[in-house]
């Protein structure tokens, strides 16, 4: 179980993160919400995304080639990102929230 409860510290914290960000920047800023949202998904993802290269065979993190490529994280962060996209272009009613 403890290495259960490792595993999910760093994400609560992350999640803590972005919740404190959209409340401060809606707060001085009048940011709505999910442009928030939006924006740490697109971080989370561009990030991923150019440090893909670093995990593949022979690079940085993998230089024998014995790790797994982690496909699976970048796409759970892509859909998340169009997933919060979609909703942000097609409810225009979310962009009132935190404004």
């Not at 940011?31 to 998904?41: C, E, H, R, S």
Request: glycine share 10%; hydrophobic share 50%.
């Amino acid at each position: 179980m403890q290495k259960k409860e490792r595993r999910t510290k760093p994400y609560l914290i992350l999640s803590v993160a972005v919740v404190m960000s959209a409340l401060l920047l809606s707060a001085l800023w009048h940011v709505p919400y999910i442009d928030t949202l939006t924006a740490f998904a697109g971080l989370a993802f561009v990030g991923h995304l150019i440090t893909v290269d670093e995990d593949m065979p022979g690079g940085w993190n993998n230089p024998d080639g014995k790790s797994p490529l982690r496909w699976r994280g970048l796409v759970v962060k892509g859909a998340l990102l169009v997933l919060l996209a979609a909703c942000e272009i097609g409810v225009p009613a979310l962009r009132e929230f935190g404004a």
